[in-house]
């Protein structure tokens, strides 16, 4: 089947660095999206990997393990707009994505 | 337009009325998506298509019928509503495909009753 796992919760401090796991199982897997959604909105393109490997853009970097089927996103220098849902998605085959239910990402003080 | 919009914002709908939701994009993007999003659930599609003219079912397209006559518009029909699609739907689009990123619509939250 095809699945995708994220934690629900996390919980960090503001200027801290937080890493937003997500593991996957699909057939027809090509690439992995990470998009950002705040409360009442809609969600908003992060990075995509293709390739193996770590892929940085100013305080957001996202990994891939293919063979794993395991990525990240990391979250450096906290600040309290970060508060968002990260929605991990991958490609299923059929013109579609499988997404995961999301990690809702708590910055404190 | 700049970008993709939807209307209407929410709707509050009595059970077994007929709803059109919709959503126009102006950037020429190929393809169209539109998805129900519930707590805990996160995105799910409904239907997709991928160009003008096609049209393709989704996870969860049951209660559901969609068109796309031309590029930049793709209605979704709820013929019968019913309570179970209360949910905030959005619609999205991308250059060609799943590969590409998809830019989301605000959304319409709808409540059916």
């Known amino acids: 089947g095809q699945n995708i796992d994220q934690p629900t919760e996390m919980t960090a401090t503001e200027g801290a660095i937080v890493q937003i796991n997500c593991t996957y199982q699909?057939?027809?897997?090509?690439?992995l999206f990470w998009y950002q959604q705040h409360a009442g909105e809609a969600p908003t393109f992060l990075s995509y990997n293709v390739l193996d490997g770590l892929e940085e853009k100013g305080r957001f970097s996202s990994f891939l393990s293919r063979s794993k089927g395991y990525s990240y996103l990391l979250l450096k220098e906290l600040q309290m707009k970060d508060s968002a849902s990260y929605l991990c998605a991958v490609t299923g085959g059929n013109y579609q994505l499988i997404w995961g239910a999301g990690t809702k990402l708590i910055i404190k003080p | 337009i700049a970008g993709i919009t939807q209307a209407p914002t929410s709707q509050i709908l009595a059970a077994g009325r007929r709803m059109t939701l919709r959503c126009t994009q102006d950037m020429r993007h190929n393809a169209m998506y539109w998805y129900r999003q519930d707590l805990g659930l996160g995105l799910r599609l409904i239907h997709y298509s991928n160009t003008a003219g096609t049209t393709g079912k989704g996870e969860v397209p049951d209660g559901y019928s969609v068109s796309r006559a031309n590029t930049d518009d793709f209605p979704l029909t709820l013929a019968s509503a019913v309570p179970s699609q209360t949910s905030v739907y959005f619609c999205a689009s991308s250059e060609r495909g799943e590969h590409d990123e998809q830019f989301f619509g605000p959304g319409t939250r709808l409540t059916v009753l």
């Open positions: 699909t057939s027809g897997f090509n690439g």
